[in-house]
């Protein structure tokens, strides 16, 4: 069936580093994306979002690019801090539903 | 008050016994969302309210999972005879569902942890 999924189960990086969290999508139907974080023992908060007829989108020190070609979605954060270590998902809007759906997540671990 | 509100945030019961969950959400937000979410995975839809009516119920496992919400605020997602596979972490949203503009960001609570022994 049709999913949000995401590459890489866990990412390590270095304080100050750069990171990239990848996410495919397989349903050409979705027009919405959005990016979540979700800190151990919280609910998901929201990162940042993206419209399909966008390909890219920059927030404070996050950046979610969008690739409708191969169905790709990205979300950059520079300069990581001990603070973003926490399980990041992508979740898609599909056509007009009111309903996201969640892939299962990355788990990201920044090292001081 | 200022987020989406759970309760309780930990609840143990043994297989076979009635529980439910509660959900606040956001004031004045008229879309309501509740998800299940195991261990190492993401949220899994379980049911959407807009207003008083579940618009959305395709994700409830199976008639054993009910949820309300009665005055088109507070819900309460039911499980009867509980069974040890339901424990997850319940999560509920709420959302301004705002189309116009195509943003739907949904503001979770911190969940509703259910052990079933």
């Known amino acids: 069936g049709e999913s949000v999924g995401l590459h890489l189960p866990t990412l390590s990086v270095q304080e100050g580093d750069n990171s990239i969290i990848n996410c495919a999508y397989s349903n050409s139907a979705s027009d919405y994306f959005i990016w979540y974080k979700q800190e151990s023992g919280k609910g998901p908060q929201f990162i940042i979002d993206?419209?399909?007829?966008?390909d890219k989108r920059q927030g404070q020190r996050v950046t979610v690019l969008l690739n409708k070609t191969v169905k790709h979605l990205s979300l950059q954060i520079a300069a990581t801090q001990p603070g973003d270590s926490a399980v990041y998902f992508c979740?898609?809007?599909?056509?007009?539903?009111?309903?996201?759906?969640f892939g299962r997540g990355t788990s990201l671990i920044v090292h001081p | 008050g200022a987020g989406v509100s759970q309760t309780p945030s930990n609840k143990v019961t043994e297989k076979g016994k009635y529980v439910e969950l509660r959900c606040d959400p956001i004031?004045?937000?008229?879309?309501l969302y509740w998800y299940r979410q195991s261990l190492g995975q993401g949220p899994e839809f379980l049911i959407y309210?807009?207003?008083?009516?579940?618009?959305?119920d395709s994700g409830l496992p199976n008639d054993r999972f009910f949820a309300v919400r009665p005055e088109g605020s507070v819900s309460t997602l039911k499980i009867q005879r509980t069974e040890r596979g339901d424990s997850a972490v319940y999560l509920c949203a709420s959302s301004l569902t705002v189309w116009r503009s195509g943003a739907n960001v949904l503001t979770f609570g911190a969940g509703s942890r259910l052990t079933v022994l």
């Open positions: 993206i419209r399909s007829n966008m």
């Open positions: 309210f807009q207003g008083t009516g579940a618009a959305d």
């Open positions: 004031s004045g937000h008229t879309a």
């Open positions: 979740a898609e809007n599909i056509g007009r539903s009111y309903i996201p759906t």
